[in-house]
């Protein structure tokens, strides 16, 4: 398996621009998570999903965040407009429906977004 | 959701073994204690779990103390790949959320 899957590696935007990132799970997962990462703030869950509904969003920062699981193999996490204080490491990751008392949490390389 | 405090830095060295600790006082009975480490410019990965019982698998072992209120996550060998933020990490039973608190980042000598 291919792991998680996250594109672009890399953005650079200027401010009052959309950004989408988009993450691939691991097949046969049923929970998608976005996270972001900074020096400040560390990593901070921003929204899950399971099945592809989003079963928990009290991490996204504010409306101009959203984020959208059209289907069981892709996920996209929209900015718009970006500002500057978007600028972090997001991260997709992702877990089976858990057999017994866990489940892994499997984590793509990262989106570095910065925004100027 | 419980808290768990760790120290902010370690270091050590390679061929050496690493005790990685770790407080959570607050710690509920159908919380599981996490370890997951974040190697440089990577996503977190998965390390180890447990409950109540030590647990040992290729990467780590897992030591619970008896009151479940402290943990240890030992590394019988440091190599330089080991280099890591390593987080621990309480979830209850069934829930799916994990919270990240700010780890202790690991340094490796050669």
């Known amino acids: 398996d291919a792991g998680v899957i996250q594109s672009p590696r890399h953005e650079v935007t200027e401010m009052g621009q959309e950004v989408t990132l988009r993450c691939k799970p691991i097949?046969?997962?049923?929970?998608l998570f976005w996270y972001r990462q900074t020096m400040m703030r560390g990593l901070e869950l921003l929204i899950y999903?399971?099945?592809?509904?989003?079963?928990?969003d009290s991490g996204m920062p504010e409306d101009r965040f959203s984020a959208k699981m059209p289907n069981a193999s892709f996920s996209t996490l929209k900015i718009q407009p970006s500002e500057p204080r978007d600028s972090a490491v997001y991260f997709c990751?992702?877990?089976?429906?858990?057999?017994?008392?866990?489940?892994?949490?499997?984590f793509g390389p990262g989106t570095r977004l910065t925004v100027l | 959701d419980a808290k768990t405090t760790q120290p902010n830095s370690m270091e050590s060295n390679e061929e050496e073994p690493v005790h990685l600790p770790c407080n959570h006082s607050?710690?509920?009975?159908?919380?599981?204690i996490h370890w997951y480490r974040q190697l440089p410019s990577q996503g977190p990965e998965y390390v180890i779990h447990?409950?109540?019982s030590n647990v040992n698998n290729r990467m780590a072992s897992l030591a619970i103390a008896e009151d479940r209120k402290s943990s240890t996550l030992i590394l019988h060998r440091a190599t330089l790949r080991d280099a890591a933020v390593y987080y621990c990490?309480?979830?209850?039973?069934?829930?799916?959320?994990?919270?990240f608190g700010q780890g202790t980042r690991l340094t490796i000598n050669p």
């Open positions: 990751a992702s877990s089976r429906f858990p057999w017994g008392s866990y489940n892994e949490q499997f």
């Open positions: 999903f399971n099945n592809n509904v989003p079963i928990d």
């Open positions: 990490i309480l979830q209850r039973t069934g829930a799916q959320k994990l919270v």
């Open positions: 447990g409950l109540t």
């Open positions: 097949s046969g997962h049923d929970y």
């Open positions: 607050t710690i509920s009975g159908t919380d599981y």
